[in-house]
């Protein structure tokens, strides 16, 4: 079992920065394969970026590479999802996931999920 709790967001501007956090419990979190969602109003619940368990391999979509990186510290529990260049349309839901195996973009194999962070970039 593995309990995921984020921090970080907030209101920015558009153009500013955030970072979120997202620390899990359990002594297996090295093994799991850590995403970042997040969903606006209205919309689906949609996939932002993964990092593998050791850290070696990230992934993003196509509308935040290059603006997001996800880093994360396994000593600590803690992956990281660090937003530069926000706009307006990044406001949402941001939510954390945890995925036994593989990196992947399926929501569907994530198993388990935080209770997410607001993040809203105003204009």
């Known amino acids: 079992q593995v309990q995921l709790v984020e921090s970080g967001g907030g209101l920015v501007q558009a153009g500013g920065s955030l970072r979120l956090s997202c620390v899990a419990s359990?002594?297996?979190?090295?093994?799991?394969?850590m995403g970042w969602f997040r969903q606006a109003p209205g919309k689906e619940r949609e996939f932002v970026g993964g990092?593998?368990?050791?850290?070696?391999?990230?992934y993003y979509a196509d509308s935040v590479k290059g603006r997001f990186t996800i880093s994360r510290d396994n000593a600590k529990n803690t992956v990281y999802l660090q937003m530069n260049s926000l706009k307006p349309e990044d406001t949402a839901v941001y939510y954390c996931?945890?995925?036994?195996?593989?990196?992947?973009?399926?929501?569907?194999?994530?198993?388990?999920w935080g209770q997410g962070t607001q993040v809203t970039v105003s204009s």
């Open positions: 359990g002594r297996t979190f090295s093994r799991y394969t």
């Open positions: 996931a945890a995925a036994w195996g593989i990196a992947t973009r399926n929501l569907k194999e994530y198993s388990y």
């Open positions: 990092i593998s368990w050791s850290g070696g391999n990230t």
